[in-house]
């Protein structure tokens, strides 16, 4: 199974995320656009991994708190690895202090399971679209590029999580699907 650890985002930026990548995607069909529906927060990703593994991972993840719920600002629109050379179209996440915290807990919690650190610095976003630049014309993704320029200081609403889920990502034709396998609230007190 594939696993992955994310927070989820309340209805209303869906919305707006929805509409959003309506509006980019009338610019480029061809560029991969995520389903609106399973936008998340990714806190750690783990990757492939086994049924017993996947019960140590549980057992792990049951033991992050945090003395405060996460609040995330939804803001604003840029490119992975930069706007000339795109390859992940984004949104950013401008999180509370304990946002980073709980990612770096993760990652010294998971490390003795034998689930890898992550090499560059946590930078919480929101995934919009993936680009293949040998499926894509370059004059689409300039235009995408162009029209995400009016969303630079957009924002696209805010959230206020106590709890982080263990997903399963399961691919298939149609794009990935994610399936929650657990829940977990790291704010004691919280439901």
Known sequence: MRLFVALDLPEAAHHKLRDLIAELRNECPDIRWVRPEGIHVTLKFIGHVDEAK???IQEAL???????????ELHGIGFFPNERRPRVVWCGVHGSDNL???????????????????????????????????????AQVEKVV???KKFEVTSFGSARETQFHLYESVTKPSGAEYKILQS???????A
């Open 54 to 56: 996947a019960h140590e």
């Open 62 to 72: 049951g033991k992050i708190h945090s003395d405060r719920p996460v609040i995330m």
């Open 100 to 138: 980073a915290k709980l990612a770096g807990d993760m990652e010294a919690l998971l490390e003795p399971l034998g689930i890898e650190r992550e090499a560059r610095p946590y930078t919480p976003h929101l995934t919009l679209a993936r680009i293949d630049p040998e499926k894509v014309r370059r």
């Open 146 to 148: 162009a029209t995400a």
């Open 184 to 190: 977990f609230s790291f704010v004691k007190g919280s």
